[in-house]
């Protein structure tokens, strides 16, 4: 869209213009449409400059200056994360970018494009959103150049910051700069303002102040946490900063947070309450085109939409609460789950579209078999503090929608035009080895597998799975026999798909090769490893960064360098002809020179 286009539409102008670091994709799966959407269904003109050249401010200026205010995401990832690899190398291609093109999304990309929008209008309100944004809210530690950076809010001179799912907090910010008030006290956002006033410490008993001067932060009871300066000249300060945040991270009982960055303090108020049904269902219904936009169809399209073209997300939310993972930081522990009717609707949405061939790839979340799960805490008081809710093993109090799960699939199922209904997303195995899913998981094998499903035991050292947040390995034993077992009796030819770390923090070389040999005993040679990678405001990115547990103080070992990263990786690898060099390295700083002929037979 151009300034002329607008001015075809009979506007005299835009209410709010997003800008994304992914190619525009008019689908549920992408932020800016979801954003986009929402913001356009309460009466808002909006425009997207997608992708836009990020060496001049002119490409800013397309659409002309917005009434409210210009919204900035890097994308659906992670910039730094689309544009390297785990060993720090650029990327050969990006899903996200039109015919999967590597480098039209600039490094730290929200804080390139929100600078690139102040050079171009001074006074026009910056909002940040995104992954990127969520998780360097406050001083984190960016892997990429190896230093604790200040909050992105800073770097980025933006005006407010959107953490976790924006939609409720995108039309309050909008409705607020529509009627001159200030955008201070916001659940689900952060702000820059000056430090007037000191607020206790974390660990005093003193009470607590209005912080800074001059700015209602309401009722909310506001921490301090350490300050940056503090966070980057001290690894145990950056692990109180970080636990301070975790334990605040409850929408039901998480306080106002302040750090100061000199004389300046980033004030971050508690997370926005989970959304319920009914407004769920609202923000997926809403128009999606469900394609890219109509400029890329001669550059090969957008391959990262391919993957989730037919698919329906049917809820939000994470219990699982991963080490390396931010998606329990960024979209929460509680489990905001979709109405069925809702789910129907879209479905019979797809059937009516002229390229739907009759499958529905996917119907799940960040976790596919927690759809209408529920916990008595989550509503009320929140989730649990002093425990978390699926290890060492599943809470009691957590209950999957089974048999919701299973109604839904029936119905999608019974569809005209539907032949297939799928479930791609990733399970959780812990949950399925319970004997109350076995009639769940006989009818997922039956009807919903489309030859894989996708598991992730992760490792086989539980010292390594007690780190990382994730169950005992016999769990994954347990579950891996009980699934053979059901797919022979329903006479189903089908595999895991298993997802495995190298490298994360606490593994050794010994773990590695333990985890190697254990894989060979039991058949499992994997094509594919995710090669450990420090992610902001992660519990294993801050592990990385300081070599300490933050709730314990327990010093943990690191795997640092390259190369035994790469070691680490081939041990676990060891059928391939090309790692014989590492693992022969790997075994003789083990002194276990004497398994290479096990590990790769044949070889001398």
Not at 436 to 455: F, N, Q
Not at 459 to 479: A, G, T, W
Request: glycine share 10%.
């Amino acid at each position: 869209m151009t300034r002329d286009e607008v001015r075809k539409r009979g506007w005299d102008g835009l209410d709010v213009i997003l800008v994304t670091g992914d190619a525009y994709v008019d689908h549920p799966s992408f932020g800016a449409a979801v954003i986009g959407r929402v913001l356009e269904a309460k009466g808002l003109r909006l425009g997207v400059i997608a992708q836009p050249d990020f060496r001049s401010a002119e490409s800013m200026k397309i659409l002309g200056k917005p009434r409210l205010f210009f919204g900035i995401t890097a994308g659906n990832v992670d910039s730094m994360v689309a544009n390297y690899t785990a060993h720090k190398r650029p990327r050969l291609s990006d899903d996200y970018s039109p015919g999967g093109r590597p480098g039209l999304r600039p490094d730290h990309a929200a804080i390139v494009y929100a600078n690139r929008v102040r050079e171009a209008f001074k006074d026009v309100p910056i909002v940040l959103g995104g992954i990127e944004a969520s998780l360097r809210r406050f001083a984190h530690y960016d892997w990429w150049r190896d230093e604790v950076r200040r909050s992105i809010l800073l770097d980025s001179r933006a005006d407010i910051l959107v953490y976790g799912m924006g939609e409720a907090q995108a039309v309050e910010i909008a409705r607020r700069i529509a009627a001159g008030e200030t955008l201070h006290g916001i659940r689900g956002t952060a702000v820059v303002a000056g430090c007037g006033l000191r607020v206790a410490g974390c660990g005093s008993e003193e009470p607590r102040e209005t912080f800074p001067g001059n700015v209602d932060h309401g009722e909310w009871e506001v921490v301090e946490i350490p300050s940056y300066e503090e966070a980057k000249g001290d690894p145990d300060k950056f692990n109180e900063a970080f636990r301070v945040i975790v334990e605040n991270q409850d929408p039901f009982t998480g306080r106002t947070l302040a750090q100061r960055h000199a004389n300046r303090c980033v004030v971050q108020y508690p997370p926005a309450l989970p959304p319920d049904t009914k407004s769920l269902d609202a923000v997926y219904e809403l128009p999606y085109a469900r394609g890219w936009h109509p400029s890329y169809d001669r550059g090969g399209g957008v391959p990262g939409f391919e993957t989730v073209r037919f698919s329906i997300i049917s809820h939000r939310g994470c219990p699982g609460e991963c080490s390396f993972c931010g998606l329990s930081l960024h979209q929460g522990r509680i489990v905001s789950s979709r109405s069925e009717s809702s789910i129907v609707k879209e479905a019979e949405a797809l059937t009516r579209r002229r390229d739907f061939r009759g499958t529905i790839t996917d119907v799940g979340g960040p976790t596919a078999n927690l759809y209408g799960a529920v916990c008595g805490r989550w509503h009320g008081s929140g989730a649990c503090s002093t425990r978390h809710c699926l290890t060492p093993s599943p809470c009691r109090n957590l209950k999957p929608g089974y048999e919701k799960a299973l109604a839904l699939y029936g119905r999608l199922s019974a569809l005209p035009g539907v032949r297939h209904v799928f479930i791609e997303s990733g399970f959780r195995h812990d949950l399925l080895v319970d004997p109350k899913a076995r009639t769940y998981l006989e009818r997922i094998c039956k009807d919903h597998v489309s030859g894989r499903m996708k598991v992730a035991p992760e490792h086989c050292s539980d010292r390594v799975l007690d780190i990382m947040n994730k169950p005992v390995f016999s769990v994954y034993e347990q579950f891996s026999a009980l699934y053979r077992s059901i797919c022979e009796t329903l006479g189903k030819d089908q595999y895991l798909v298993n997802y495995f770390i190298s490298s994360h923090p606490g593994c050794t070389l010994e773990d590695s090769l333990f985890l190697a040999l254990k894989l060979g005993e039991l058949g499992i040679h994997p094509e594919q490893i995710q090669d450990f990678m420090p992610l902001p405001m992660t519990l294993s990115g801050t592990i990385y960064h300081t070599g300490k547990d933050p709730f314990t103080g327990k010093s943990i070992y690191v795997p640092r360098t390259f190369r035994e990263r790469k070691m680490h990786r081939a041990l676990i690898q060891h059928k391939n002809p090309k790692n014989t060099p590492l693992v022969r390295e790997a075994l003789k700083l083990l002194k276990k020179e004497h398994l290479f002929p096990k590990l790769m037979p044949g070889k001398k």
